[in-house]
Nanobody, 116 residues
Framework: QVRLVESGGGLVHPGGSLNLSCTAS????????FGWYRQAPGKERELVAT???????NYGESVKGRFTISRNNAERTVYLQMNMLRPEDTAIYYC??????????WGQGTQVTVSS
């Protein structure tokens, strides 16, 4: 059974930083792609960043230049370093991984609130 566990969310002032973590189990980590998505109240879930098994990265337009996704295969963990946070970054952030057979796995989410 695939399990994704996020951590690192919290309350931060505008301009501040947070580093989210997603630890995965139940899948072949080294060969898997991962992603971070977010969902704000009243809005649809949107792409934040993805990273494939070769380290190829893709970012959503609204976070380019501020967020950095990375992975540590030895730790089975994917990170999202978020800098220069804005109030509009407030959302629940979810870790995502595609699974065998065309399925998908999601974490439980971690709340990020950017407010003064």
């Amino acid at each position: 059974q695939v399990r994704l566990v996020e951590s690192g969310g919290g309350l931060v002032h505008p301009g501040g930083s947070l580093n989210l973590s997603c630890t995965a189990s139940g899948l072949f980590f080294t060969g898997n792609a991962f992603g971070w998505y977010r969902q704000a109240p009243g809005k649809e879930r949107e792409l934040v960043a993805t990273i494939n098994y070769r380290g190829v990265i893709n970012y959503g337009e609204s976070v380019k230049g501020r967020f950095t996704i990375s992975r540590n295969n030895a730790e089975r963990t994917v990170y999202l370093q978020m800098n220069m946070l804005r109030p509009e970054d407030t959302a629940i952030y979810y870790c995502y991984a595609p699974t065998t057979g065309g399925g998908s796995a999601w974490g439980q989410g971690t709340q990020v609130t950017v407010s003064s």
